[in-house]
Every structure is written in C-alpha cells, then in structure tokens.
C-alpha cells in the first residue's frame, strides 16, 4: 500500500529506529509515563476479571515500537498473571509474547532490546493492526498503549478540495472547523471498529484487553492550557512560516493532514458501548507522570513523525522545521508550566463476551 495517495497521508511509518539521539528509544518517556498510573489498574482487572486456566497464556501488544516501553507493560501483565495462579493453586503457565507493529518498525532494534531475564518467549508480528494477524482465539490478554490514536487514513473528505471538510494548509482538525471534526472522529470510529473485531476473531472467550489511548478533555483554555492537540497547531505554524520564506511549497503544505485523532472520554465510550464482542469492565482517566519542557516534547514530537513528516516534505528541511517548531513551544504561555498539559490517557478493560 503507497505511503501517500492523492494527497492522503496514510501511516504506516514507524517512529524514529535505533537508540541515537533521535530515536523513538530516547524520546518516548512522555508516553512511557503513563504506565506507572496504568498498572495498578490492570493488575486489579486480572485479579478480579481473568478466568482463564491454561497451560500456555498468550498476550500480545499492538503497536510495539522498539520495546521500552512495551517490555515494562508486559513484566506487570505476566507478573499480575503469575500471582493469580499461585494464588489459585494453579500451575503457571508458559507465556508468549507476540510484539506486532507496522511492517516498517525497527523490529532489529525490538529485538536487541529484549530483557535479557524475562519470562516469556517472544514472536513478531509486523503488520498493520487494523486487519487480521493473529491465529483464531489464540489470544488470552490484548495490549495497546499510545497507537490506537493512529488512522489508518486521513479522511478522504479533508483531501478533498470540493469537500467542505477540506482542509488545505491548517494539517489537523479542530472543533470551530465542524466538518473536518466530524471527519476525522468518523474515521477515528471506523479505525477502532474494525481493531475491536478483529481483535474478537483473535481473542479466546473471556479474554482481556487493556487499551490505553490518548485522548483531550471536553474543554481546555488555549492560552493557559496545552494537549497534543495544541503540539500539532504549534508544528503548523512552523510550516506556515517556513512556506512564506519559500523553504516550502504551498501544494506540499495543503496536502499535508496528520493521521490521528485524540477523542473525548464521551466520544471513546460511545464507541466501545457498540461492540458487540467485548464488555466494558472498566474506563477511567490516567495522566502521564512525565512532564516535559519545550525541548522534551519537540524532541517527543520528532521521534514520532520525523519519518512521516520526510517522507511529505523532504529531509533537507526537518532540523530547521523542528528548530523552530522548540522556539514557538519556549515562546508559548500554555507551555511555560508542564502543569499546564490536559492532555490525558484514557485506560479501556475489556473483556471478550462469552457467546
């Protein structure tokens, strides 16, 4: 499948590889944070939601990166998993791992990164987690964190330059512009519809799921408060600059639309309270425990969307986009104080219905 068709963005680029100091490995603590919030909860769930006995438990994580912190994730799955069955008096089971992300991920830097004392075997799974990858019910506990804000396209309407929800030069949706909202979020419910059945087609009955998914509040004040939303307009204004000074074209902004959507918590439950193969355990709200100063989070911003950001608009430009892409996030008010992120995490327990 082409990386950019007709102007649509499509993702499927994998974060900055390796361990230099551009790298995803090196520049991810931002959404590593949020873990330390997120495992008491999960080990709670399967204490009290996990009824499943076997002698091998397979868990997977859907969208891996190079690892740091999906191996973290997966110690406090296996360790909460250990625990109930000695508790039970059960014999614990062999676990296996399988590590799935896009085809062009840096799986050579996954795999060099492996704990080298671990309690599981290990398979990856490259592929785009939209679709089928896994064998029929193989699957006892589904893990995602931080990828599911990821479309699998940029809403064809907002490419469209006879589409009112077209969207030339502004790059990412915003609530005033309603047609490109509504855009982006029925894509962001298509995209996770599909995820969540063919999830259920991979999933043993009783099987859990913990999904964790960046999302913004109903409301936040854009002068004293900032979310990733705010990350991306900074990063236009950039652009915007840099095509005045003729750094860059006007066609090759106007084509350009991230391929992401931050929900609401209202949005994200709506759409899971439709599935019609997993029950909602349990939905809460979970902020990172890293803060970031302006470097921090260009740097963040950088690991993530360099690859995506060259293959639009070329490599040559990208130390002197994110040059000024830090100077803006060190000239804004809302990102003087870390406190002032609203960003927030949402956590989805769900649980594979018995049918």
Not at 224 to 230: A, M
Request: contains cysteine; aromatic residues 10%; negative net charge.
């Amino acid at each position: 499948m082409d990386s950019l068709d007709n102007g649509r963005l499509k993702p499927h680029f994998g974060m900055n590889g390796g361990y230099g100091p551009l790298s995803y490995a090196k520049n991810s603590s931002y959404q590593g944070g949020v873990l330390e919030s997120a495992k008491v909860i999960i080990e709670e769930e399967i204490t009290t939601k996990l009824d499943i006995s076997t002698n091998s438990f397979c868990i997977a994580d859907f969208g891996c990166s190079t690892g740091n912190n999906s191996f973290p994730a997966m110690h406090t799955i296996i360790e909460a998993i250990k625990r109930k069955h000695e508790s039970s008096d059960l014999k614990t089971p062999e676990f296996l791992v399988f590590l799935n992300d896009v085809v062009s991920n840096d799986f050579n830097t996954l795999f060099r990164s492996l704990p080298p004392h671990r309690d599981y075997n290990v398979a990856a799974v490259p592929g785009d987690f939209h679709g089928r990858l896994l064998p029929r019910s193989s699957i006892n506990f589904g893990y995602s964190s931080w990828s599911l804000h990821w479309l699998t396209e940029v809403p064809k309407a907002v490419a469209d330059r006879d589409s009112p929800a077209w969207n030339g030069g502004e790059i990412f949706y915003c609530r005033e512009r309603r047609e490109v909202y509504e855009a982006y979020l029925r894509q962001f419910e298509r995209d996770l519809e599909t995820f969540l059945k063919c999830r259920a087609v991979e999933m043993v009955e009783g099987g859990i799921m913990a999904l964790l998914i960046p999302g913004v509040p109903e409301f936040w004040d854009p002068r004293k408060e900032f979310t990733v939303v705010s990350t991306v307009e900074l990063l236009r204004s950039s652009l915007v600059d840099m095509s005045k000074k003729g750094r860059l074209s006007d066609s090759k902004l106007e084509s350009l639309n991230f391929p992401h959507y931050f929900p609401t918590p209202q949005e994200l439950s709506a759409i899971l309270q439709k599935s019609l193969n997993f029950s909602i355990q349990r939905m809460e709200i979970l902020k990172t425990e890293t803060f970031l100063n302006a470097q921090g989070h260009a740097s963040c911003f950088r690991a993530v969307h360099q690859t995506m950001l060259t293959h639009h608009l070329g490599a040559e430009i990208m130390d002197e986009l994110f040059d000024s892409y830090e100077k803006k996030l060190a000239a804004s008010l809302a990102f003087a104080k870390p406190d002032n992120d609203r960003t927030l995490v949402h956590i989805a327990i769900l649980k594979r219905k018995i049918v």
